[in-house]
């Protein structure tokens, strides 16, 4: 993919990350048999997509993973990149992505510095356009798809070369690019260089991050192969407008911008990836897992890497027709993970000729369109409570025409209580999968039994047994039939209560949820209003809709006790006792030095209060030039060099419009200042549900953790 452009523009970032660090590993890879993985599942998604789900067991239990294998010949399929928001640096989550852009199946895509603008690390082609450049002798891997349709793994680099009207020229090293190491020497891919931003970038730094100082910068603004404006020593303060282009120097660089280009200079800017060819679509991943069809050692630091995890990967088959998009759910109640050796061995085993490994852990989001649905939904849930926001995904979308109908199935539960009225959902889809509105359709539902009443689609179980609801779809004769096991009391073994809290608070409504347990081991939730309810020692009430509220406690061992049959559970009710919040340190500085003093104040002139063995991890409260306040006990706090020390801090973005930075964790302090959307701030401390946080210039408060995103590491 060649490119000759008219504009430059460039930018220097510094956030560095070790994962760009290429560490041959040198312990030899294992060559254990191909373990068993056992297949459960196997469903049409749409034409030449089938999702299949795998189980694989440890000693400490099982894992779910999750495949797309697409057949890429097929006319109807179109794979290409998703960037976040729409833009490089525009970070979102995956299901949004999907949902926002209409793809049918997606997959969480490359690795990013969660600190950092937020670009991915490698390359990106949305439909035939080069978006972000790859970062040169990275070792990193990415997945393309030639326009011919066919998918490559390879290792990709960028050239590219600025003229001056005088014909002196400099290399250009980067498109869109955030803060990165180069390799092999691990220097900052910003320093000494240029970089060139266009539209496609969507944040108003560029490049930007600690070790870049703004007074050696130079960007000039182009238009039409010509400078519009140059700034020296200072960003332009927006993006890159549509049609233009930025080009940052940093040091080097920016001398050569200020010695050749004023202010109506024609320049020259020509830049290639390589593999150069028409690229329909390119991804950026990591290491290989998987070559000539055989599993392979993880050439990267494994450190921050392995371990029970959950997974993202993409395979392709020898030929390049077929991908294979993996996610692996990991850290939940119903999937341990996998290790980066095990998933090189499920490649391996599901036939894959070349695999790389895709950001995974609490990135890893996996979603498709189930049969008869009309938008891709979330398979599994993620690592931590909230999908991550990431740059980019790989996407499935799906161009067929409406076909002839194809299938019926009934949606609903499987599982009633006598007494219990339930609606039943019909869905359907054609000879495409596309999904077709059961409403539309000419429908007969019956009961093949007496074990309850059907009125159209709602069914009233009555009696014990297995009841039959069919439909039968007159034009085609295509008919769906659903079992629906009606328990008897005989079929509990347990009931489950569960609330929102530990304690309650008189007169304050909080959801209760019920859960059944068969005999043959079944669950299923069922409505409040199914069992039978009894206050002991209490006064309160219970909604049908399952809204407990408790006014009163009469006595000791207080408790709400439900029963169905000769089943029953107790809920004990206990009294909310108010108490001081809790405070949660989120920064911390370990002491690097054998032994290093504190100081009552940040300076050498300060009194030495304690000194700290070398290892030892304290609260990290404040920072200033070359000093970090630390807590040495829950009541004494000082300061230790900087020089001396590593510091750790969780990191934010700014969600809202305009935050207040107040004095105290209330909104009865006093306002210091505000903060912007999208503003980053470094997270110190936690307080009911309050930031006592540092901005960027330095400015120190506390914020409502509503309008604030923690960035969670892997």
Do not use: C
Not at 303 to 313: E, M, P, Q
């Amino acid at each position: 993919m060649t490119k000759k452009l008219s504009a430059l523009a460039l930018s220097l970032l510094l956030i560095a990350t070790s994962w760009l660090v290429h560490i041959p590993v040198a312990q030899a890879f294992e060559n254990l048999a191909i373990p068993a993985f056992r297949l459960q599942e196997t469903t049409p998604v749409a034409p030449g997509t089938t999702y299949k789900q795998y189980q694989w067991s440890y000693e400490q239990g099982n894992t779910k993973i999750n495949l797309l294998e697409i057949d890429l010949s097929n006319p109807y399929l179109t794979i290409d990149v998703i960037a976040g928001k729409g833009k490089v640096a525009e970070r979102l989550n995956v299901s949004a992505m999907a949902r926002e852009q209409g793809a049918v199946a997606a997959i969480n895509g490359d690795f990013f510095n969660m600190r950092g603008e937020g670009a991915p690390f490698g390359p990106m082609v949305r439909s035939g356009e080069l978006l972000s450049s790859p970062i040169n002798h990275s070792g990193l891997y990415a997945l393309g798809l030639s326009k011919d349709g066919r998918a490559y793994i390879d290792l990709f680099h960028f050239e590219g070369l600025v003229v001056a009207p005088d014909g002196t020229s400099f290399e250009l090293t980067g498109l869109n690019k955030a803060s990165f190491l180069m390799n092999p020497d691990n220097r900052n891919g910003h320093v000494d260089r240029l970089h060139l931003y266009d539209h496609n970038w969507g944040s108003l730094t560029r490049g930007q991050g600690s070790g870049i100082d703004l007074a050696d910068t130079v960007e000039l603004l182009i238009d039409n192969n010509l400078v519009l404006a140059v700034s020296a020593g200072a960003p332009f303060e927006f993006a890159p407008p549509l049609g233009q282009k930025i080009l940052r120097g940093h040091g080097l660089a920016a001398q050569y911008l200020l010695n050749h280009f004023q202010v109506g200079s024609p320049i020259s800017i020509d830049y290639k990836m390589i593999p150069d060819q028409e690229w329909q679509m390119v991804i950026g991943g990591h290491s290989l897992l998987v070559q000539a069809g055989k599993a392979v050692p993880y050439a990267r630091e494994l450190s921050t890497l392995d371990g029970l995890r959950a997974r993202s990967a993409l395979g392709i088959s020898q030929d390049g027709q077929t991908l294979f998009v993996v996610a692996v759910e990991g850290r939940t109640e119903q999937s341990l993970g996998l290790r980066l050796g095990d998933l090189s061995r499920f490649f391996e085993h599901i036939g894959a000729w070349t695999a790389l490994n895709l950001d995974g852990g609490g990135s890893t989001t996996m979603v498709t369109r189930q049969l008869g649905d009309w938008q891709a939904t979330r398979l599994f849930a993620p690592e931590q409570a909230q999908e991550r926001l990431v740059p980019n995904a790989l996407a499935l979308f799906v161009n067929a025409p409406q076909g002839e109908l194809k299938g019926l199935f009934i949606q609903g539960p499987d599982l009633l209580l006598p007494g219990e009225t339930v609606a039943y959902t019909l869905k359907a889809y054609d000879s495409y999968y596309n999904p077709v509105d059961g409403k539309t359709l000419s429908v007969q539902w019956a009961l093949s039994d007496q074990l309850g009443e059907l009125d159209q689609n709602k069914f009233t179980a009555q009696q014990a047994g297995v009841a039959n609801i069919q439909v039968l779809e007159q034009s085609n004769s295509i008919t769906a039939t659903f079992p629906v096991i009606i328990l008897s009391q005989q079929d509990l073994l347990e009931i489950a209560i569960k609330t929102t809290v530990e304690a309650f608070e008189l007169g304050k409504a909080v959801p209760l949820t019920v859960q059944l347990t068969t005999k043959a081991g079944r669950t299923r939730s069922v409505e409040a209003s199914q069992l039978q309810w009894q206050f002991e020692n209490a006064r309160g009430d219970l909604s049908p809709q399952g809204m407990l509220r408790i006014d009163h406690i009469d006595g000791p061992e207080a408790l709400l006790r439900a029963s169905y049959g000769n089943v029953s559970a107790e809920l004990p009710i206990g009294l909310l006792m108010k108490k001081e919040p809790e405070e949660q340190y989120l920064a911390t500085a370990t002491v690097t030095g054998n032994i290093v003093n504190v100081r009552q104040g940040p300076g050498t002139d300060y009194d030495v209060i304690a000194s700290i063995a070398k290892g030892t991890n304290l609260p990290l409260l404040d920072l200033k030039p070359g000093w970090a306040e630390v807590l040495i006990n829950d009541s004494r706090s000082g300061w230790i060099s900087r020089e001396w020390s590593e510091q750790f801090l969780s990191t934010g973005v700014i969600t809202g419009n305009i935050v207040n930075l107040r004095s105290g964790p209330g909104r009865d302090f006093e306002i210091l200042t505000t903060l912007k959307k999208e503003e980053k701030v470094f997270l110190l401390k936690e307080s009911d549900n309050w930031y006592r946080v540092i901005t960027g210039e330095g400015n120190k408060g506390w914020m409502s953790a509503d309008y604030v995103e923690k960035n969670i590491l892997p």
